[in-house]
């Protein structure tokens, strides 16, 4: 079992790599970049990034017993 402190650092860095991707998606849509499937692939690869961070946060909330 993964404790607490182990999927927090998960979470840390998964926030960073979701917010680099975030700068660099709009750095590529505001020069307007001519790889369009490039922008597509960096996208889907946030979105899998934030399914990540959601299914992680989720294993912090306690379980209540009711």
Request: no cysteine; glycine share 2%.
């Given at each position: 079992?993964?404790?607490?402190?182990?999927?927090?650092?998960?979470?840390?860095?998964?926030?960073v790599?979701?917010?680099?991707?975030?700068?660099?998606?709009?750095?590529?849509?505001?020069?307007?970049?001519?790889?369009?499937?490039r922008?597509?692939?960096?996208?889907?690869?946030?979105?899998?990034?934030?399914?990540?961070?959601?299914?992680?946060?989720?294993?912090?909330?306690?379980?209540?017993?009711?």
């Open positions: 079992m993964v404790d607490n402190a182990e999927i927090k650092r998960w979470l840390e860095d998964l926030r790599e979701h917010g680099d991707l975030d700068e660099v998606i709009h750095h590529l849509i505001a020069a307007k970049h001519h790889d369009s499937m922008i597509q692939r960096l996208k889907k690869r946030k979105l899998k990034l934030k399914d990540m961070m959601t299914r992680l946060e989720s294993q912090l909330i306690p379980d209540l017993d009711a």
